[in-house]
């Protein structure tokens, strides 16, 4: 759903033609309920559209036809299914030899290799849950970016191989996955148990390297996120707030020491912040050069005026004849931003295109 397409977006938005095959019906990625409303437009930008039945016979033949005519196949589907369907990378690859094949799965070759994973079950096993939520309460990221990531890897494997291909003639299987993505997430703190020999706690119970860096609420209710990580920061808060004097008194001198004290200035700073309202301190913090940020709900980046004036928040025709908004790579090259091509292509739009004639092999369509 989010993985392989992912991929696939990231070669399209760098210039590929990319080929989305869908089932007959189209993708239940475009209907899906709640929280996945939104995960096609995503993530399918600038592809073409073919359906094929990969079910039949014939369905199978053509797209052992279209991979033959292709640099690079991508596959998201559960382990083996496409060997059963004769699609696999031995079967294409000696008949294609400088195919690239990239695979996204849940795991690596190994003993977990035939479990069936979600972005939220690797989160949990790869150590992400746990460092996010307080203590006893795992949390998963308010995102998938196990599948976003391991699709970004997957593009990785597969401009290497194109690079490796120019040398050695020969195409080669990648293999991207989502728990191993995940552990490279967790690597950090999977490092910090080895040089110490402690258990490291989840983030909202770490001890913090600073002694500013939290979230505030503010006059009405208003939260920002403040963070004063160097002495002069901290002077340099003071000033803004209006209470200088906090940055003379002995217990704050320095950062270790105002780390020691950490919930008392915590405490004095949010009596002070709970009078000030965000819009008027939000500009005079970044006047002074003192890490902020509002506390930003998703629909509210939709006007976001960097995004909007840097050019990564674009309008793209969608596939219902629509125009929404779609936020690009966050990538420039040579100045500019890999934008949209081509709209939101509808289910099987470009079959006439690349399978004329084989009405069959698209079920029907």
Known sequence: MVMGPTCGMILADLGAEVIKVEPPGGDKTRRLPGLGIGFFRAFNRNKKSVVLDITTAAGQAAAIELAGQCDVLLENFRPGLMQEFGLGYEALSARFPRLVYASHKGFLPGPYEKRLALDEVVQMMAGLSYMTGPP?????????????????????????????????GRGQEIQSALFENCVFLAAQHMQQFAMTGEIPPPMPARVSAWSV???????????????????KQFITLCKVLGHPELATRPEYADNAARVAVRPQLLEALGAILRHHRAEDLAPRLEAAGVPYAPIMRPDQLLDDPHLVGSG??????????SVAPTVLLPLLMGGRRPGVRRPLPKAGEHNAELFPGHAEACGGS
């Open 136 to 168: 006893g309460r795992p949390l998963r990221a308010g995102a998938s970016v196990n599948d976003i990531m391991g699709g970004m890897f997957g593009a990785i494997g597969v401009l290497a191989a194109l690079r490796e291909r120019e040398r050695t």
């Open 213 to 231: 860096y939290d979230v505030f609420t503010l006059a009405g209710g208003e939260q920002l996120f403040i963070g004063a990580v160097s002495d």
């Open 312 to 321: 990564g928040l674009v309008p793209m025709p969608m596939d219902d004849g």
